[in-house]
């Protein structure tokens, strides 16, 4: 697990959540640089992780070749979840080839059909979306030239919520870009309003529509995708493949503002505004490849976590001097 890839929201959230499931679950030992992220993330994963906690955090730099060679040469992987860049030949050559690559759901660009499933035509409509198409394609790559690599790609649709406990959530620097933090940063007084981009799409009440999953649910769909390359029991070939994760239920932007407002008892102003290039609708197709994840968690336990941790931690992890 590692920290050298381009998307800033996925180090300070995601991440995190993928981490702590992994270092308590399954003993992840994690490695990063903390160029753009949060030590403080990392001391409460590893409280959160008790004795598994310990022990479980290098701050190791993928670009220093020889200091991934000493953490490789330490620790016998089985396999790495990979949030980064950098990662193949170093793990080949310790015999470590079982990969989880995180992948979005921007790989669908603009989906000209709704509900998205794994086949779904791949466009790349950002360069954020670009990275992730090559990585994929790098890892198609890897796979091809030596079989004995298995290799799961995740393909996120949009992550929300925070970990139950309060500890860790979503961060983001500046001004936000994505729907929850910018409600949550509206929720704690830290701006005045949400702004919401377009109430003209034909959709159930003319906003965005997206497939929200709990992030807790994220990290735990990491875990089955370990297990799923690791099982010793199973028969199924495991070649390059590709997951969609999601919940597969659209909701809107008003209706996920609704929903915060209810779970927070604060009131969400909104104006109107558009964001050039949005997409319309994005969610996935249930029953579609499907790992072993049956979502725990619905709306109402997304926004209820996420304004947990939003009023805890009304500054993430930092202060109001810090922002
Ligand atoms: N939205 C607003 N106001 C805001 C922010 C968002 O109305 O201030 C609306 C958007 O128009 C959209 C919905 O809220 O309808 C969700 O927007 P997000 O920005 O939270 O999520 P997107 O699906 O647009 O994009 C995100 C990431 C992508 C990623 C994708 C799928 O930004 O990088 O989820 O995982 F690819």
């Known amino acids: 697990m590692s920290n050298n890839s381009g998307d800033r929201r996925s180090r300070l959230y ?19 640089n903390l160029d753009n992220s949060s030590a403080v993330a990392i001391k409460r994963v590893q409280e959160l992780a008790g004795e598994f906690g310990k022990n479980s955090f290098r701050q190791v730099d993928l670009r220093d070749r020889s200091a991934l060679e000493k953490f490789f040469s330490e620790i016998k992987f089985d396999a790495v979840i990979h949030f980064a860049g950098l990662k193949a030949v170093v793990m080949a050559s310790h015999g470590c080839k079982n990969l989880v690559f995180s992948s979005s ?28 198409l090559f990585i994929e394609e790098i890892c198609r790559g890897v796979h091809r030239s030596d079989p004995e690599w298995k290799i799961i790609l995740l393909r996120y649709f949009n992550p929300v919520g925070a970990h139950p406990s309060g500890h860790i959530g979503e961060d983001p620097r500046g001004i936000p870009n994505n729907l929850m933090p910018f409600v949550q940063q509206v929720a704690v007084g830290r701006r005045p309003a949400l702004t919401v981009f377009g109430n003209d799409y034909s959709t159930k009440d003319g906003t965005g529509v997206r497939d929200y999953i709990h992030v807790v ?24 493949e590709v997951y969609n994760l999601g919940t597969g239920k659209g909701t809107s932007v008003l209706e996920m503002v609704t929903a915060f407002e209810k779970a927070s008892g604060k009131k969400i102003p ?7 290039g949005d997409a319309e609708s994005c969610m996935l197709q249930k029953g579609g490849a499907g790992i072993e994840l049956e979502g725990k968690y619905g709306i109402e336990e997304m926004c209820r976590d996420q304004w947990n941790w939003a009023s805890k931690n009304p500054y993430g992890y930092g202060s109001p001097e810090s922002n």
Do not use: F, M, Q
């Not at 995601?14 to 990063?32: E, N």
């Not at 759901?105 to 990275?131: D, S």
């Open 105 to 132: 759901a921007t790989v669908y660009g603009w989906p000209k059909e709704v509900p998205c499933t794994e086949e779904t035509p791949l466009a790349a409509v950002n360069p954020y979306g670009r990275t992730k």
């Open 14 to 32: 995601r991440k995190p959540h993928c981490v702590a499931a992994a270092v308590r679950r399954i003993h992840g030992v994690v490695a990063d």
């Open 217 to 240: 649910d994220l990290a735990d769909g990491h875990i089955a995708a370990l297990r799923k390359l690791s099982d010793p029991n199973s028969t199924a070939v495991i070649g390059c």
């Open 270 to 276: 909104i104006v109107a505004g558009r964001r050039p």
